[in-house]
C-alpha cells in the first residue's frame, strides 16, 4: 500500500524559508519520479516540481524557479522540497505523490498522495 508522509510545513514570514519531506513507503521509492504539488484556498492542484528516479534531473514551475529546489534520498525513501524567499503567493498545502508509472514521465498520480502539510507566509 503506498503511503506518503508529508512534514515541514508552517508559518513563516515573506522571504522566510521551509524545507518540506516525504517519507514513502509501499512502493519502490528509487523506481518512479516524484512530484511536489500544492493547493492554495479556492484553487486546483498546482504542479510545483518533479525529480527522476535518480535524482539527476529536476524540473520546476515557473513560479517557484530559483527559489525551490527538490532533492531525494533513495537510500532513505525520502523526497525533500527546500523552499526559500517564500510570498504570500506560496501559500498552499504541499503533497508530495508519486508517477503513475515506474521509470517513466507519466504525470502526478494524485490519488497517492499524502495528507499535505500546511505552508502559510504571513507577515
Known amino acids: 500500500q503506498v503511503q506518503l508522509v508529508e512534514s515541514g510545513g508552517g508559518l513563516v514570514q515573506p522571504g522566510g524559508s521551509l524545507r518540506l519531506s516525504c517519507a514513502a513507503s509501499?512502493?519502490?521509492?528509487?523506481?518512479?519520479?516524484m512530484y511536489w504539488v500544492r493547493q492554495a484556498p479556492g484553487k486546483g492542484f498546482e504542479w510545483v516540481s518533479r525529480?527522476?528516479?535518480?535524482?539527476?534531473?529536476?524540473d520546476y514551475a515557473d513560479s517557484v524557479k530559483g527559489r525551490f529546489t527538490i532533492s531525494r534520498d533513495n537510500a532513505k525513501n525520502t523526497l525533500y522540497l527546500q523552499m526559500n524567499s517564500l510570498t504570500s503567493e506560496d501559500t498552499a498545502v504541499y503533497y508530495c505523490t508519486k508517477d503513475r508509472s515506474r521509470m517513466i514521465i507519466s504525470g502526478p498520480d494524485f490519488s497517492s498522495r499524502g495528507q499535505g502539510t500546511q505552508v502559510t507566509v504571513s507577515s
Open positions: 509501499g512502493f519502490t521509492f528509487g523506481t518512479y519520479w
Open positions: 525529480i527522476n528516479t535518480g535524482g539527476e534531473r529536476t
